[in-house]
């Protein structure tokens, strides 16, 4: 059978995948939101033991057609590894049709294009990649580790190879000083990467980590649904795509949209309009609703 340690994770589109944790924890985890992997120490799991799981899976489980590469940094694990890996994969499912991962900036910086098409080539051809903010000041005070060029150059890169990208925005990682900002700088940076899917999440201080204590001591604006409403419709418009897939339907956020920009976005821009117009008629999904 499978043995996971610890919280797992995985994006809302892999809610149907098999989850196999690659690697455990993050091998950057100095992001100051995120609280996902701050007990564990990063690791790559034996070969061994992954390929024990597959056969488990492929003997007791529906046919399998997705699989996620937990945790939150297996692409920064060595090529041979991946490509060992992706072969049992390929050789133990063979109705598979999307292997995905999270891909930290930093994962980014040292795999080479080469190395990403040869993974691509292999079954990884899906990407999720935390943006947060394309606001350079934001970033630093996340502690993402680059700043937005840099971000557009590694992400540049996954393109290059052929490999899809799903980009994540915090919605509230500005303040309420710097909302409208972070937005328009976020629509820039992920216009000019233009990925596969953009999604967006609401900044939410977690327990255990810096962003925590900041809120502790008031230094963290707490952005109410209305103000989170503008800054999204700051960003939509903004975006300049084709063919990308928008959503935001995190469990995080107050308001879920969807569409394929730029064939919906008049549609969401009219949408948010409305609530922006009429807030007490306004569905927002209520606090207790909300998770991470």
Known sequence: ??????TLYRPPSEAESLILQATIGCSYNRCTFCAMYRDKRFRVRPIDELRAEIAWAARS???VRKVFLADGDALIAKTAFLLQLLGELREAFPDLRRVSCYASPQALQVR???????????GLDLYYLGVESGDDRVLTRLEKGVDAAEMIRVAAKATEAGVALSTMILLGAGGRAG???????SARVISVIRPRFVSTLVMTPVEGTPLW???ARGEVDDLDPL????????FVAGLELTGSVFRSNHASNFLPLAGT????????????DEVLARPEAARFVPDWMRGL
Request: charged share 40%; glycine share 2%.
């Open 213 to 215: 204590e900041e809120a």
């Open 179 to 185: 909302s409208l900002e972070h937005a328009r700088a």
């Open 261 to 272: 920009l730029p064939k919906d976005k008049a549609r969401i821009l009219a949408q948010l």
């Open 112 to 122: 080479s294009i080469e190395e990403m098409r040869t993974l691509r080539e292999a």
């Open 1 to 6: 059978m499978i043995r996971y340690e610890g």
């Open 61 to 63: 489980l529906p046919p």
């Open 227 to 234: 103000e989170l409403t503008l800054e999204l419709r700051e």
